[in-house]
């Protein structure tokens, strides 16, 4: 099974700054990879896949980049509405697919 | 629009049976991949089950190996979870959730709202 880890737990941020989270895969994942973000009581909706693709209707202000193991997702200038739980996954075609712990972005 | 409507969830006790069910519309379910992800309250994550977009291919967690069955009927766009030996840690809001494409390891770009299955006695 590949382990997702997410750091760091939670980051305080201040709005308009920069945020920037980090993921690591336990082995080799290429750019099978996608950020979510979750808010309290909502469902999880897709940011990030391929890595570095942004899905549809997402702001350019969250950006991914990463390959392999080593993955960011940027948020450039956070507003109030970004202030929430963010996961990565990983979907390789080896089961399962994994989720990361998540990180908590809180305001600052 | 895209919809995913979850239906099914409720109390049941150890040991016991429930299935869920996942109405979809505005888009070609039998074209797609779909997938079960549960959420225990107050934890994150976790990928259940998932199914190719013909229903000939699934995969599933190991914890729920054996115990839960993803299958879908592309004549009514319904995908299913049936959960049988539930334990108290099966206890989670379900989420219903397609696949961008049709392999069943992708990643998911509509979500439904959840259904919540609580196991306890």
């Known amino acids: 099974e590949i382990v997702m880890t997410q750091s760091p737990a939670t980051v305080s941020v201040s709005p308009g700054e920069r945020a920037t989270l980090s993921c690591r895969a336990s082995q080799s994942v290429g750019s099978n990879l996608a950020w979510y973000q979750q808010k309290p009581g909502q469902a999880p909706r897709l940011l990030i896949y391929?890595?570095?693709t942004r899905a549809t209707g997402i702001p350019g202000r969250f950006s991914g980049s990463g390959s392999g193991t080593e993955f960011t997702l940027t948020i450039s200038s956070l507003q109030s509405e970004d202030f929430a739980v963010y996961y990565c996954q990983q979907y390789t075609n080896r089961p399962p697919l994994t989720f990361g712990g998540g990180t908590k972005v809180e305001i600052k | 629009e895209v919809q995913l409507l979850e239906s099914g969830g409720g109390l049941v006790q150890p040991g016991g049976s429930l299935r869920l069910s996942c109405a979809a519309s505005?888009?070609?379910?039998?074209?797609?991949?779909m997938t079960w992800v549960r959420q225990a309250p107050g934890k994150g994550l976790e990928w259940v089950s998932a199914?190719?977009?013909?229903?000939?291919?699934?995969y599933s967690a190991d914890s729920v190996k054996g115990r839960f069955t993803i299958a879908r009927d592309n004549s009514k766009n319904t995908l299913y979870l049936q959960m049988n030996t539930l334990r108290a840690e099966d206890t989670a809001v379900y989420y219903c959730a397609k696949v961008e494409y049709d392999f069943w390891s992708g990643p998911t770009d509509y979500w439904g709202q959840g259904s919540l299955v609580t196991v306890s006695s």
């Open positions: 391929a890595a570095s």
């Open positions: 505005g888009f070609t379910f039998s074209n797609y991949a």
């Open positions: 199914i190719s977009g013909s229903g000939a291919t699934t």
